[in-house]
């Protein structure tokens, strides 16, 4: 419990100590800069002793009033730029959270979706099919009518186990991370229960093995700021970079989509003169799975489509700008009290680039991140709920 509560403070204050600690060591500079231009000079006897007598006779150098005029012309510019460019960092920095806040709450309700549609699916299909298939209904005659009943089950359930797959796969293609079947030394844990995986259909068992060896999809998590930059990288209109199509490979293949495409195939054998799969049900079925694959292109959608890119250059300069004159300010009015400068330059520092920390974690809402969304959870819910309708439907057949 506590591990992780420190690797997470850590992570977090791993992106804002950087910036503090230059502007610490900006200010440390500033600071020892106008004391060494500020130290006051021994001047001559005579004008030490002409500025006794004569009050209006300057007591300082030329100089030191040169470095005093510097200091407070630069204390001028800087107090001017930082006002004038603070309504545009506002702007900025309410834009850059409100969307990342957007994309994480966007996230939290296609998912909800997603297993709506799922139990709606499960409830539709596992009332239709295991309470009055025909592998229920009567005792077989003979050993080939057996055989097509128990071909008819293992369709079933085939059938309903696709439903909790979809989820697993689309959280994995969310992720870019290969799907496991099963558990095993170097190839990471697997979501999937071993009864699940028992009465998958042997195309997507297939599909699921071939991604192992992918290397597009990552085995190390990615941090937040650096997935965030690779998409806005990868966003950008290069129309010249264009390849032509080519094939596919089985390794690159989309496990939900394809997971969506072997439900509505099932559902079309289902559905005829002699299935039990009703009209009005086919129907609702179809529905759910035209629901299911807008929620999927919704969430591709803010996996896909960060921050532009510009838009996030341009803030990072204004951090920077503010960054470079706040200390400027501060030593011209508070240098004699250093710890207030170093106090106020870091509390305020620390505060500007949080916001761009947090948002850059709550703008991929579904990687590792402890704040991003606990998709684990929500697969587990499904596969709950399709062993729940299971254990349901047996029931009411006893």
């Not at 920077?320 to 011209?332: G, M, S």
Request: aromatic content about 6%.
């Amino acid at each position: 419990m506590i591990r992780p509560a420190l690797s997470h403070l850590s992570a977090q204050l791993g992106d804002i100590l950087q910036p503090a600690l230059l502007a610490l060591l900006w200010l440390a500079a500033l600071l020892l800069l106008k004391r060494a231009t500020l130290a006051a000079e021994p001047l001559p006897w005579p004008i030490r002793a002409r500025s006794s007598l004569d009050s209006t006779y300057p007591s300082t150098s030329s100089l030191s009033s040169d470095y005093i005029a510097l200091w407070r012309d630069l204390d001028w510019a800087s107090q001017r730029i930082m006002t004038s460019l603070s309504t545009v960092t506002g702007l900025l920095l309410a834009f850059r959270s409100n969307s990342a806040i957007d994309r994480w709450s966007t996230a939290r309700r296609k998912w909800s979706d997603v297993q709506s549609n799922s139990r709606s699916l499960l409830r539709l299909l596992s009332t239709s099919l295991l309470s009055s298939s025909s592998y229920t209904s009567s005792q077989p005659e003979s050993l080939r009518e057996f055989a097509q009943q128990q071909q008819t089950k293992s369709k079933v359930e085939a059938t309903l186990a696709t439903i909790p797959f979809f989820s697993i796969s689309l959280m994995c293609q969310m992720r870019g991370r290969p799907l496991h079947l099963h558990p095993g030394a170097g190839s990471g844990q697997s979501l999937l229960r071993d009864d699940l995986v028992a009465v998958l259909p042997p195309s997507l068992v297939a599909l699921a093995n071939a991604q192992h060896g992918d290397p597009s999809l990552r085995a190390t998590p990615d941090k937040a700021r650096e997935e965030e930059k690779r998409k806005q990288m990868a966003n950008l209109n290069s129309p010249h970079l264009i390849q032509p199509l080519t094939h596919t490979s089985p390794s690159k293949s989309n496990l939900a989509l394809t997971s969506l495409v072997v439900l509505q195939q099932s559902l079309n054998s289902f559905h005829g003169d002699s299935s039990p799969l009703t009209g009005p049900v086919y129907a609702h079925s179809i529905g759910l799975l035209n629901g299911l694959n807008s929620h999927m292109t919704e969430l591709e959608r803010i996996r896909d489509t960060p921050i532009p890119l510009a838009v996030n250059r341009h803030f990072s300069r204004l951090l920077a700008i503010h960054t470079c004159l706040l200390p400027v300010v501060v030593v011209q009015r508070l240098g004699e009290r250093w710890w207030l400068c170093a106090a106020i330059v870091g509390v305020v520092t620390s505060m500007l680039y949080g916001v761009d920390s947090f948002a850059a974690k709550l703008g991929q809402p579904m990687g590792l991140d402890r704040e991003d969304l606990p998709l684990e959870k929500y697969v587990a819910d499904v596969q709950r709920e399709w062993d729940e309708v299971r254990a349901s439907c047996g029931a009411v057949q006893m």
